[in-house]
């Protein structure tokens, strides 16, 4: 077609004898959204890379406004208009947000000299031009993430932009973030310019795209407009199989208080927070970025020292402030970024799993090495880590058995209590829904967990009492079964 | 005028202050002009070297091996012009010094640039090799007689006076080849897209890649001109102390990179300022110059310096996590 911007043919790539792109043909026309959808490892990273230029297609055709296209390098790519917005934004830390966004279209014009009175008024029109108002003499670094992805968005459209792609951009945002970037690519739709919007969070998907395009395991699997698709077809596309939500089993009334949390304080984080946690019980805490809910869940393991406050657990005072001591007292937490936070990437599955439990195998000093590394694989195959070697670096896991590779390392100390920060935070549909699994039969066990996430359907579909945080104040105690997905929405934005 | 306090650049301004102000009141003599001629002649060839070290900490590397090129480069030019060009004029030495370091800074960037190795690891790599080089195949003895081109550049003076007490003072010309150096790469660095370039790589080099910025060529340029000045530091010295000693210069490299640490550049890349370097050169020589005026023994330079880098490195992180603490 004459007004397709973008079309691939047929597009294949293997990765050392491993196919992750298989045959793979469609269009995108000018002013198109087009979702991408597919788990993890499903090849939606590759044919982004083909299609920045990063990467070359081992077959198949791609053609720019009807133009077929050579062999593509990161140049010729931009230079036909595609613009990737990658996760990790790759802006420069160090740069001013003037600099940043106007850095590619300097570079493309071949400026030899600097000339910033042209890069500023640039950053000023692009910035004017997606309605945001940001610092233009700020550093990168020091912006939040959902201003840091503005900032990248700008950059893409400060040079020639017709295809702008972003790669899991809702994945660090908050609800209301969402809409503000939901809006902006109205705009930018209205405005001619096509956008590849790769997501695995469906609700987003099909309220701002008008075509879908499911990939499993390299293959197409579906393609057609949004409003043929709901959220369990598309999430039936993607994992072959039907994932049906769990709702958690009801509590059972003579469930002990487990963890008491009384008048936890912290100046400009939380305010006088308190709350039960009874046995068996999942606890969902939830509010926007800057609500105090991670703060919180950093002070219950004693990342962060309150001011001042009481913890206990089965009647017992927890030193508060000290993590070690939160440990010993049977509190476990998983961090949000199970990458910085959680784990050794480098090291091996097993020794990320056995970690915690050096004291518990120390014979006067010496280490059990057998004993520590046996009960490590055994939590492995409990927490049905999928691993072909379990002497592997963690970093060769997807994201959902990274996930699991922290919780076995947690659960090998028999915690009480597991904070979990956002447990499933970019991990596909298939192992978020395992992961819910994994929490419900911990629960069922008769531990108390707690979690803490802005995934709505997440928080639904797994917890028993919803708290929601608001300016660093609990505002509200919501029992799960009686609140829709919506009515949460407008609690915890309002 | 507000002062950024967490930045090394007023927290060094404020140390030398300080430390003038020590010397001045246990010392009278002090405050001369015999003392400011001692500062700036003992920071010309420091101060061409922290200006290459600058250039590559922003771009994301770390470079140990200039202190070699400078032996290198000014022990073969002596040699050369010695043995086969005399007659050469002063200019031509430098601009064949900085030919020379042209030449052994692009080996580091071939290594570095080219094959994607570890900073670190090639320049110690070649620090090592362009010594051992030079020390076995080319020569281990002092050339105390200098090419004639060589001694009319080591006379060159731009002030000279006498002081009360009837001693002299005298600066060297060589001190406009180092503002001339700082002057270039602030323009480099600041008004040139080359320079943005740089700084973009210090900051991110997959970034860099991705909105398709030469990585390679840029590095290769930094490596090249850092030998460029490392050469030309080294004619300097061995022009101002008269005789060209094969085993001078290297050993250096360490104080030079904590001077410019000290000003506020970051290992990890991306940041630094020609000020601050200036001043953390400022700040090493005149403590280098002047213990001795205060009563404290030589040998406990090395641990004032020591103890300069810990504070002034160190306050500003822990500022800075103090900072992201309370934000937190």
Redesign the interface.
């Known amino acids: 077609m004459l007004n397709d911007l973008v079309t691939l043919d047929g597009v294949t790539k293997t990765y050392s004898g491993i196919t992750a792109l298989d045959g793979v043909g469609f269009s995108i026309a000018a002013g198109e959204a087009v979702c991408l959808a597919g788990e993890n490892g499903s090849g939606k990273s590759t044919l982004i890379k083909i299609l920045?230029g990063?990467e070359q297609p081992d077959r198949g055709e791609i053609a720019f406004s009807g133009q077929r296209q050579g062999l593509l390098n990161?140049?010729l790519s931009?230079a036909a208009g595609i613009k990737?917005i990658?996760q990790?934004f790759?802006?420069?830390?160090?740069?001013t947000v003037a600099?940043n966004i106007a850095?590619?279209a300097?570079?493309?014009i071949g400026?030899?000299?600097?000339r910033r009175a042209r890069m500023q008024d640039l950053a000023r029109r692009t910035l004017e031009r997606i309605g945001v108002d940001i610092p233009l003499h700020a550093a990168v670094e020091t912006l939040p993430v959902a201003h840091k992805q503005l900032v990248a968005i700008c950059?893409a459209l400060a040079t020639e932009a017709k295809l702008i792609i972003m790669d899991e951009p809702t994945a660090a945002l908050t609800e209301r973030e969402v809409r503000v970037l939901l809006d902006i690519i109205r705009r930018l739709t209205a405005d001619g310019v096509a956008v590849l919007f790769v997501s695995h969070k469906l609700a987003e998907v099909l309220e701002v795209c008008q075509k879908v395009i499911v990939l499993r395991n390299g293959q197409k699997v579906a393609e057609g407009p949004a409003h043929d698709f709901d959220a369990a077809s598309l999430t039936r596309h993607m994992t072959g199989h039907d994932v049906a939500p769990r709702p958690p089993a009801p509590l059972p009334a003579t469930a002990p208080t487990l963890l008491r949390v009384e008048g936890l304080h912290k100046t400009?984080?939380f305010d006088d927070v308190s709350f039960n946690l009874r046995a068996g019980e999942v606890l969902g805490v939830s509010g926007l970025l800057g609500s105090g809910r991670?703060?919180l869940a950093?002070a219950l393991f004693g990342l962060?020292a309150p001011d001042r406050g009481r913890i206990t657990l089965d009647g017992r005072n927890v030193v508060l402030g000290n993590p070690l001591a939160a440990a010993e007292a049977g509190i476990g937490y998983v961090p949000e970024d199970r990458l910085t936070e959680g784990l050794f990437l480098t090291q091996s599955i097993l020794q990320n799993i056995a970690i915690g439990r050096l004291d518990a195998h120390g014979r006067s000093g010496i280490l059990d090495l057998g004993g520590l590394m046996d009960e490590a694989r055994d939590w492995l195959k409990r927490l049905s880590v999928k691993a072909a070697n379990p002497d592997a670096p963690v970093r060769s896991l997807s994201g959902g058995n990274q996930q699991r590779v922290v919780l076995a390392r947690w659960m090998a100390r028999s915690p009480r209590v597991l904070v979990l920060n956002g447990p499933s935070v970019g991990v596909d549909v298939g192992s978020k829904a395992e992961i819910h699994g994994i929490i419900a039969d911990l629960a069922a066990q008769g531990l108390g967990i707690i979690v803490i996430s802005d995934d709505l359907p997440e928080l639904l579909s797994t917890c028993q009492r919803i708290l929601v945080m608001k300016a660093g104040k609990l505002v509200e105690d919501i029992p799960a079964g009686q609140v829709t997905e919506t009515d949460l929405a407008h609690r915890l934005a309002s | 005028m507000t002062i950024d306090w967490s930045r090394n650049e007023a927290l060094v301004a404020l140390v030398i202050i300080a430390f003038c102000a020590l010397a001045a009141a246990s010392d009278p003599g002090f405050l001369s002009i015999a003392t400011l001629t001692d500062l700036l002649r003992g920071g010309i060839v420091l101060g061409i070297f922290a200006v290459g070290a600058l250039i590559v900490l922003i771009s994301g590397g770390i470079d140990v091996s200039f202190t070699a090129i400078a032996a290198f480069t000014m022990y073969v030019t002596a040699m050369v012009l010695n043995a086969a060009m005399p007659w050469l004029p002063w200019w031509a030495a430098l601009v064949m010094g900085m030919g020379i370091g042209a030449c052994l800074g692009s080996i580091n960037g071939v290594l570095i640039a080219v094959m994607g190795l570890p900073t670190l690891i090639v320049t110690l790599g070649t620090l090592s090799m362009f010594r051992g080089f030079m020390l076995t195949f080319i020569g281990q003895k002092q050339i105390t007689t200098l090419p004639p081109g060589m001694r009319e550049f080591g006379r060159m003076m731009i002030v000279r006076g006498e002081n009360a007490d009837g001693s002299f003072y005298s600066l060297h010309a060589a001190f406009l080849v180092t503002v001339l150096a700082i002057v270039l790469t602030w323009a480099i660095l600041?008004?040139?897209?080359?320079?943005?370039?740089i700084?973009?790589i210090?900051?991110?080099v997959?970034?860099?890649?991705?909105?398709?910025?030469n990585v390679r060529g840029v590095q290769f340029f930094v490596y090249v001109y850092v030998g460029v000045l490392a050469g030309l530091a080294g004619i300097i010295h061995s022009s101002m102390a008269r005789v060209a000693n094969p085993f001078d210069l290297v050993g250096l490299e360490l104080s030079v990179i904590a001077a410019v640490v000290l000003g506020g550049a970051r290992l990890a890349g991306?940041?630094g300022t020609l000020t601050g370097t200036v001043l953390g050169v400022t700040l090493i020589v005149l403590v280098r110059n002047s213990l001795i005026v205060l009563g404290i023994p030589a040998t406990w330079q090395s641990v004032a310096i020591g103890v300069l880098i810990l504070i002034g490195t160190g306050l500003p992180a822990w500022q800075a996590k103090r900072a992201a603490a309370?934000a937190?």
């Not at chain 1, 790759?90 to 740069?95: K, V």
């Not at chain 1, 400026?111 to 600097?114: I, N, Y």
């Not at chain 2, 600041?190 to 370039?197: C, I, N």
């Not at chain 2, 997959?206 to 910025?213: L, N, Q």
């Open positions: 920045a990063v990161p140049r931009a990737v990658f990790d790759s802006l420069f830390p160090n740069l600099e850095f590619s300097e570079l493309g400026a030899k000299l600097v950059r400009g984080a991670t703060a950093k962060l | 600041h008004r040139t897209m080359l320079g943005r370039q700084f973009a210090g900051g991110s997959e970034s860099a890649r991705r909105i398709g910025i991306g940041h309370r937190a």
